[in-house]
């Protein structure tokens, strides 16, 4: 059984950039989420995704958007980068819609720096 | 607004002890108390959770005790040990599915 892979794992963008950041879920995984965990935070939920359909979203702006694919991999992406924006992001896979009493599988994270 | 807290940025005990780490939490519709332990350059991994209609669950060493009327959860690891050394953080998850964590807390277990 796979875990939940990230990529890539570190990434240095310019400010103003659009960047993409990749996840593959954890075999038999349908709902994947994406979190923002800034230096010294907890982490900070972005959205949802259940069957390719967003279901959640946390308190970001447009420019963040995801989407999930077929086979349950995932993408998200950042447009107009900020330096703000400079945070460990991870990915989250669960086998359920939306009930997680037992915990999500987190993948290692993708690092990225906006300079 | 910050819905779920730990207070104590960092605990250090002696390998053998007990370690108690608190969260303290404002929302009372979370159903679930997580909590989750990180190494460095490691994503989250799940320790324990509770369903708020519950006041304890234990698994092996660590035990989660909820106090609702306080709105205040905590961890307890008996016998702490060097290798749970980490950053531990507590997360509250409602009827959405989504975690809402603390700011964690860096346990250092000393032998």
């Known amino acids: 059984e796979t875990g939940v892979t990230q990529s890539p794992t570190h990434l240095i963008k310019t400010r103003g950039q659009q960047v993409t950041l990749r996840c593959s879920s954890q075999?038999?995984?349908?709902?994947v989420s994406w979190y923002q965990q800034a230096l010294g935070q907890g982490p900070q939920f972005i959205f949802q995704?259940?069957?390719?359909?967003?279901?959640g979203r946390g308190n970001f702006p447009p420019r963040f958007s995801g989407l999930q694919f077929p086979n349950y991999s995932s993408e998200l992406n950042v447009n107009a980068l900020e330096l703000d924006d400079s945070a460990l992001y991870l990915c989250a896979s669960s086998p359920t819609g939306t009930r997680v009493n037992y915990g999500y599988t987190f993948g290692s994270g993708t690092r990225l720096t906006v300079v | 607004d910050q819905q779920v807290k730990q207070n104590s940025p960092s605990l250090s005990v002696q390998e053998g002890r007990i370690s108690i780490l608190n969260c303290d939490y404002t929302?009372?519709?979370?159903?679930?108390f997580l909590w989750y332990k990180k190494y460095p350059a490691e994503g989250p991994t799940f320790l324990i959770s509770i369903s708020s209609i519950k006041d304890k669950n234990e698994d092996g060493r660590f035990t989660v005790f909820l106090n609702k009327s306080a709105k205040h959860l905590s961890l307890h690891i008996v016998p702490s040990q060097p290798g749970d050394s980490a950053v531990y953080f507590c997360a509250g998850s409602g009827n959405t599915g989504k975690l809402i964590f603390g700011q964690g807390t860096t346990l250092q277990v000393k032998p």
């Open positions: 929302n009372s519709m979370f159903d679930y």
């Open positions: 075999s038999g995984h349908n709902t």
């Open positions: 995704y259940y069957r390719e359909e967003e279901n």
